[in-house]
């Protein structure tokens, strides 16, 4: 019996009459950007004027974690640095996508070498920008965990001792993605992969291998060290800028997930990240000269089955029937295990 | 590449640009306005996300306008209304609800303090229309005609305009000051009201000139019951006791009280009494609590006064001040049963609050007029009674009573009258799929608990009919709009536009939202997952 409008969409901006003395619980602190938001609040890929270091028509899979979190990171370090920026690649996904002969998607100057070399290719060029003078270029070295964790470690690890002013980011999507989802030290126990197959008594890769490299970084007591996650740009942008502000080595480890080699929904990449934070198995933090400074509470703590489920490559534990409780059990464990090392919760205080 | 070059970058290689991924899509990201579930709620079919998201901002003012687009009485329901939406707020599934009455009150008193007025914007469509009952439903239609362009009569048969606003509502949920004020906000418009003019003949109502005619006259014959009384006390019922306090003209009722019945009525009538002097105010009801038609909220603001409630007791015999009541049982079907067990009361006199009929009298005679079951109006869709151009709406036609559904039903008659009028017919837009809960991110939204309404102190409550419930500041009414998720609407987040692996959707500036650039969305969804207010549908590409 009654009359009823329907919702709509805003209307013209509204005067300057909003203050910020009353916070944005519409939106809390944890959307992009917001209307009512000061400048200074948003993120970088809120404003128009970001970088776009990668621009469109790049060849990733749709829902790439990994070309998000590239574009993340060198807009907030062009930012950062007044768009005086110079990003060497390791080869990989980011690598190959972006630049297929003769197109490039890349809208800062690029540099690309082989594989296991990008930290000495960066550390060279920082040591050339040094040679002219110009101390205002930034150099950012990045790579997939395949070349982070594996062949590129060696180069890596001296980048660190001999303190090179460069900023290293790993994008760690957890296996050798760009050559068909082979295992790498940073793959988790139980995935599958094309080399630990979800086949016989233990299926996928095993329990108690691979390398921590944040941690390894920290052993060189480096002046900064960082994970992040293409689930809180807030915090990413955050820790690139402070990255960005600091000379010497500094290494970022950002979380983003493959829709390919994870067997997840395409829409599903920001989702599973922020599980894998929330359920603890992706602990968020700073560290400066090898001492943890600073962690990211988790907000409302899940099971890590909730993060594990919609990924293709863990169904092996969840057969019908044949559910591996003993599995899931020891990643849980490893889960409770983070939360207690980084007081990752208000009962568990660093 | 063209113009300038990057920093440093000195060939000019082909951009990725050139590579249109956008034909890799299966599903396309269409950006949409779903029905957030507060609107879907509210009888009187206000666009409440709307009017919060310019709260929102501060821009009291937009907010207001947008509010009376569709309610004229906004301070008077943020006092009264029983606020359905609340109960259907997505919010109150992450925490508790916004307080949307608190706001919409605050909106209300703020636009009556800087006298903020409506505009009639069409010209006069030189069609006479006649309102029978100044009762928020009678207001209500009014209200819009007059905005629409109608000229508006209301004839009252009262004193004062209100209805059941002014003689059912006592002064302490809803102050007289305010709701004079809106009522003469309406009447500034242009709308002529004559008090103290009973209508009694619509034919020649119509025969005066009036092109249509809309009758709200309300549901005011009490309805009574048969008690045997031997030598009965003061018997009256609550509607008269209620409407001679209002007068000034309170009736002795005596140091004890009892107030028959279980609904809002009797709620009223027996706080009524605790203010009048009343050292005992008690409700005798025949059902449960949990099946009181009192709101629970009333039902406590009640007991916090005082107010004693005996449940599952009907009175049975009266002699003099002796009250006998039996005790009832709650059978299998939830039915009141008698158990043969007798308890006595001592009472001054009784209030019967056992609900009210419509007098159909006047109408009744009309040719065409039906009568529907529970003896109200019957209408049809558009609000018309069988008579052409004779509408009816509020307590006299079939569906709940309240302020809410009768200020709905007003407009909804409007909006028809304004059609017959025309000889057009109003079509209702269709309605958009509703904004679910489910189809929220509720991620990004921060924890804040709901402001809570100040109350009266207790001793004050008890002697005076001074207000009980305290508005917001403005501070509280600013953070309690902000609790708004903006259910199934943009509200400018940038979270799309941030998310988009590929760069593909396109700002177009405050106010104005965003696109998807369909050359290079490959159509992930990311946008739509991550949408905090489900504002994004993927709909499988066509081609
Ligand atoms: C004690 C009490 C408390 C209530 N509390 C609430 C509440 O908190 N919230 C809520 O939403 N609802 C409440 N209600 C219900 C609400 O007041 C009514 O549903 C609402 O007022 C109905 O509006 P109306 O316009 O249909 O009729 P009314 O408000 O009854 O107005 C009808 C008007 O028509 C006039 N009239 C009658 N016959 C004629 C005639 N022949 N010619 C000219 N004029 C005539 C009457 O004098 C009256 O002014 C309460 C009701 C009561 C009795
Ligand atoms: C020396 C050498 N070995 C092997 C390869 C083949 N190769 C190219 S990319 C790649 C995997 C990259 O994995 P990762 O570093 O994790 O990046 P991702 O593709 O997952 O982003 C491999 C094995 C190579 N290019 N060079
Ligand atoms: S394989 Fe994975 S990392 Fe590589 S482009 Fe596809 S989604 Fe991105
Ligand atoms: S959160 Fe806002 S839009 Fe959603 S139901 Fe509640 S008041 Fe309405
Ligand atoms: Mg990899």
């Known amino acids: ?271 599973l990240a922020r599980l894998a934070v929330e359920s603890g198995l992706f602990p968020l933090f700073e560290a400066e000269h090898g001492e943890v400074t600073a962690v990211k509470k988790i907000r409302r703590k899940v099971p890590v089955e909730d993060y594990l489920r919609p990924q293709r490559r863990f169904a092996h534990l969840f057969r019908p029937g044949h559910e591996d409780t003993q599995r899931l059990a020891a990643i849980q464990a490893m889960a409770d295990a983070n939360i207690r090392r980084y007081g990752l919760t208000e009962e568990a205080p660093l | 590449m063209t113009g300038t070059l990057p920093f440093a970058i000195t060939l000019d290689p082909g951009t990725s640009r050139l590579n249109h991924t956008g034909t890799w899509r299966t599903e396309r990201p269409v950006y949409l306005s779903r029905m957030p579930p507060c609107n879907h709620a509210c009888p009187a079919g206000e666009n409440i996300q709307n009017w919060l998201f310019h709260a929102e901002s501060g821009d009291y003012a937009a907010a207001w306008a947008a509010l009376i687009a569709e309610n004229p009485l906004p301070a008077v329901m943020g006092r009264v209304c029983y606020h359905p939406c609340e109960g259907a707020c997505n919010r109150g599934q992450l925490d508790e609800a916004v307080s949307i009455h608190a706001v919409e009150r605050f909106l209300g008193d703020h636009a009556l303090r800087e006298g903020l007025v409506p505009r009639v914007e069409v010209p006069p469509s030189g069609r006479r229309v006649l309102v029978v009952g100044a009762g928020p439903s009678g207001l209500s239609a009014a209200s819009h005609l007059t905005r629409m362009g109608h000229a508006v009569t209301i004839r009252e048969a009262g004193p004062l305009p209100g209805g059941m606003m002014r003689f059912g509502i006592p002064k302490y949920r809803l102050p007289r000051d305010i709701l004079d004020a809106e009522i003469a906000r309406i009447l500034r418009l242009g709308v002529t009201l004559e008090l103290n003019t009973k209508v009694t003949d619509i034919d020649a109502a119509f025969a005066e000139g009036f092109d249509a005619i809309f009758t709200a006259v309300g549901a005011h014959l009490a309805k009574r019951t048969a008690i045997p009384a031997h030598a009965a006390g003061r018997i009256l019922d609550a509607v008269t006791l209620l409407a001679q306090v209002e007068l000034g003209e309170a009736p002795q009722l005596g ?157 909804k008659a409007a909006r028809h009258i304004d059609a017959w009028l025309r000889g057009t017919t109003h079509v209702k837009p269709p309605r958009p799929a509703l904004a679910g809960f489910e189809t929220l991110n509720t991620w990004y939204y921060d924890d804040a608990p709901q402001t809570r309404q100040e109350h009266l102190a207790l001793l004050r409550r008890q002697t005076g009919f001074e207000e009980v419930t305290h508005g917001l500041t403005e501070d509280t009414a600013l953070y309690e709009a902000r609790r708004c998720l903006s259910c199934g609407n943009c509200f400018e987040c940038d979270n799309c536009f941030g998310v988009c692996p590929d760069n593909a959707v396109i700002k177009l500036g405050p106010g104005a939202g965003f696109a998807i650039d369909y050359d290079y969305c490959k159509g992930c969804g990311i946008c739509a997952t991550e949408c905090p207010c489900g504002a994004i549908q993927m709909l499988p590409e066509t081609t």
């Open chain 1, 1 to 271: 019996m009654t009359e009823e409008t329907t919702g709509s969409t805003p209307g013209p901006a509204s005067p300057a009459a909003a203050t910020q003395r009353v916070r944005f619980y519409q939106t809390g602190t944890h959307t992009l950007g917001n209307r009512l938001m000061d400048a200074e609040s948003r993120t970088v890929q809120a404003s128009t004027d970001r970088a776009n270091a990668i621009t469109s028509g790049h060849r990733a899979c749709q829902g790439c974690g990994e070309a998000l979190g590239a574009r993340y990171a060198l807009d907030a370090a062009m930012r950062a640095a007044g768009g005086k920026v110079v990003a060497v690649n390791a080869t990989g996904c980011l690598e190959v996508f972006t630049t297929p002969y003769p197109e490039t998607s890349w809208q800062i100057p690029w540099l690309h070498s082989v594989f296991g070399n990008a930290p000495a290719v960066a550390s060279g060029v920082a040591a050339g920008l040094r040679m002219r003078g110009q101390k205002d270029v930034r150099v950012v070295a990045q790579g997939g965990d395949g070349s982070t964790t594996d062949i590129g470690f060696g180069c890596l690890s001296g980048m660190f001792e001999r303190n090179d002013d460069v900023l290293y980011i790993c994008y760690d999507n957890e296996a050798y993605m760009n050559t068909g989802v082979q295992r790498s030290s940073a793959t988790p126990p139980a995935a599958r992969t094309a080399t630990t197959p979800a086949l016989g008594a233990a299926p996928g890769n095993v329990f108690g291998t691979g390398k921590n490299l944040p941690r390894i970084a920290m052993a060189h007591e480096i002046p900064y060290v960082a994970t992040a996650s293409v689930a809180d740009l807030h915090d990413l942008e955050a820790k690139v800028t402070r990255a960005m502000a600091i000379c010497g080595a500094r290494y970022i480890h950002v979380h983003v997930p493959c829709p390919l080699g994870w067997g997840s929904a395409s829409h599903d990449t920001i989702r």
């Open chain 2, 255 to 411: 140091r004890r009280v009892i107030v028959y019945g279980g609904g809002n009525t009797a709620m009223d009538a027996a706080r009524t009494a605790k203010r009048l002097g009343a050292e005992e105010a008690m409700i005798v009801y025949r059902r449960s609590r949990d099946q009181m038609p009192a709101h629970a909220f009333e039902v406590q603001e009640a007991e916090d006064e005082g107010v004693l409630i005996h449940w599952l007791r009907t009175i049975t015999d009266i002699d003099a001040s002796t009250f006998t009541v039996e005790k009832m049982e709650i059978d299998a079907e939830g039915r009141p049963q008698p158990t043969g067990t007798f308890e006595t009361l001592e009472a001054d006199s009784l209030v019967l609050a056992l609900g009210q009929d419509v007098d159909t009298g006047f109408l009744a005679r009309v040719p065409g007029v039906q009568i529907a079951k529970d003896g109200v109006i019957a209408v049809d869709a558009q609000m018309m009674t069988g008579r052409a151009g004779l509408f009816a709406g509020g307590d006299m036609v079939p569906a709940e009573r309240t302020v809410t559904v009768a200020v709905g039903h007003g407009k």
